[in-house]
């Protein structure tokens, strides 16, 4: 283990939000690793919700779930895939759970005697997480990244904390600005302006950055560079070209182009050695590779507009589609859509048919009809979660013969709960962090698709649910052709069931799209997607 003492780098941004902050430093975190050292990258966010898991996927994107059952930001779900690692609650702070521990506190007589306020108390509390990661062990890197952008309200305390704290571990401490260079087109100008004002306002507050990485639609020609480092009083070395790639796994190479690790290292006083990026250079290459056949999967979903409601998944189809050497072009279909104008309009030319993770009523029935496309004409399925429901549902409605079968998440007054409310939750009035979160155990069966997949008996996922099959129809279903192929330990809960008849029909009730990695494809997505692309052969 490193004796070093731990470094600390922060990301803060400007000028616009969405520049890829999460993306920077997950490229950051994989490069520093890939020089021997140990990195955590924790996400810091100003809002005031405890977590994301009560926000409309519209507002936030996707929720992503660590293997400890926290619900987190979706740039945890870059963290993880870039670093290779896990990560877990202490990786995912909002302004939500500073107050109310700071309150908590308060209430408890903790701060007996004083006026409690935002500085120290709020700031304590953040320096206090900032560390906090080492509780389990050395780290040698902790980088941590702040949502939003400079100028938020909401973000000043940990601005404020940041100061601070980089002020008693000078020496172990370096700041990276992301800002926007935007291109105006009538002048043809890359102009620095914008990052000028947004640097000056992170100077204000008393934080001096060592680096400053640029977005920009072209690379940053030598003469800006020269501009930014002038005005923004750092190196021309430290001011770092970001430039627009077609995919997110391209970022770490572009920057190390850029030198972005070494000036990091300086900064920080720090020598280690590149180990080299072969791995991850062979996966770019073949996501990169235009002579790829191309897989045709559809994703019926709710928030089809959207597709960072999905990342993990359309990364996981990324993922497989390298694994087989083929490109996954995704048809973001509108369950309501599959509802008004039937499946075949949508669905019929697609290898692959992938029902994700939702909530509620609405383009519930559009999703079953999508199952039932699936089913009948062979196509391959993959249903996540409650793609596993409308699984449920379509076979209990059309081959075991239960008319108005249902989940009573949709109509509790349904005949035929096939779906119900998981028996043993007590608390079904709070609705944060309280569904069956995080990695359970699962035991695979013998000769079913799933087993092929893992290739073992004992597995773990992560779930993020409510509902669950309702064991009372296991028999029924058995006789009339499904698998029940993953189980959990005590017998009780179906975690994935299986189609017979049928090329690759697969559900599970968790989601294998967290743990998914570059290079690592996780095996359901990787079976899936070998699935439809034997099937975009054969037809
Ligand atoms: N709404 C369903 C439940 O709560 C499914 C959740 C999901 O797909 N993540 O069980």
């Known amino acids: 283990m490193s004796n070093m003492e731990t470094k600390f780098i922060f990301v803060t941004g400007g000028v616009v939000s969405s520049l890829g902050k999460g993306i920077a430093a997950a490229s950051l975190g994989m490069l520093l690793k890939s020089r021997g050292l140990t990195v955590t990258l924790q996400k810091f966010d100003p809002y005031l919700n405890r977590d994301p898991g009560t926000m409309s996927p519209y507002q936030h994107g996707e929720v992503f779930v660590t293997e400890d059952g926290c619900e987190t930001d979706l740039d945890l779900g870059h963290y993880e895939r870039f670093l290779d690692q896990n990560l877990s609650r202490l990786n995912n702070i909002t302004s939500g759970m500073i107050f109310w521990d700071v309150l908590t506190k308060e209430r408890k007589g903790d701060y007996l005697g004083s006026t409690v306020q935002i500085i120290p108390h709020v700031t304590n509390e953040i320096k206090k997480r900032i560390t906090d990661n080492l509780i389990d062990g050395h780290v040698d890197v902790i980088i941590t990244e702040i949502g939003g952008t400079i100028g938020d309200i ?24 992301l800002t926007l260079i935007p291109y105006l ?42 501009k930014i480092a002038l005005f923004c009083d750092v190196q021309t070395s430290s001011v770092i070209s970001s430039v627009d790639v077609a995919s997110i796994y391209e970022v770490p190479l572009c920057l190390k182009e850029e030198k972005l690790d070494e000036v990091i290292l300086k900064a920080l006083n720090l020598t280690q050695k590149s180990l080299g990026l072969t791995k991850w250079k062979k996966f770019v290459e073949s996501i990169q590779d235009t002579r790829r ?24 189809l990324t993922h497989a589609g390298a694994a087989h050497m083929c490109s996954i072009n995704i048809h973001w279909v509108d369950a ?38 699936a089913r009948t004409r062979k196509i391959p399925y993959l249903g996540l979660c409650l793609g596993l429901h409308a699984a449920a549902i379509e076979f209990g409605r059309h081959v075991v013969g239960l008319s108005k079968a249902n989940s009573t998440e949709i109509d509790d007054m349904t005949p035929f709960p096939v779906i119900h409310y ?36 004992n597995i773990s996922e992560r779930h993020r649910h409510r509902y669950e099959f309702n064991i009372d129809y296991i028999e029924k279903y058995e006789k009339a052709g499904m698998i029940f192929s993953g189980i959990s330990p005590c017998g009780t809960l179906v975690e994935v069931l299986e189609v017979k008849a049928h090329p690759w029909f697969v559900a599970c009730q968790f989601h294998p799209e967290f743990k998914s990695r570059p290079g690592k494809s996780h095996p359901l997505f990787r079976d899936f997607v070998g699935a439809s692309f034997k099937k975009s052969q054969t037809a």
């Open 154 to 177: 909401e973000g000043l305390p940990f601005l404020e904390a940041i100061r601070q704290f980089q002020f008693e571990n000078r020496g172990n401490c370096a700041h990276i600005h």
């Open 185 to 226: 087109g009538t002048s043809g100008e890359l102009k620095t302006k914008p990052t000028q004002h947004s640097v000056k306002e992170l100077r204000a507050i008393g934080i001096h950055p060592d680096v400053i990485m640029c977005r920009s639609t072209t690379p940053l020609p030598s003469e800006i560079k020269d």
């Open 293 to 316: 056949p191309e897989v045709n999967i559809a994703i019926v979903g709710k928030y089809t507009a959207l597709s960072d409601a999905y990342i993990s998944i359309v990364e996981s």
């Open 336 to 373: 309501v859509d599959v509802e008004k104008s039937g499946a075949s309009k949508y669905l019929k030319k697609m290898s692959g048919i992938l029902v994700p993770g939702g909530f509620g009523e609405r383009g519930m029935e559009g999703k079953i009809r999508a199952v039932e496309f």
């Open 422 to 457: 998981l028996p043993d939750q007590t608390d079904g009035r709070n609705k944060g962090g309280t569904m069956r979160l995080g990695a359970y155990p699962c035991v695979v069966k013998k000769e079913t698709k799933l087993h092929q997949a893992y290739r073992k008996i």
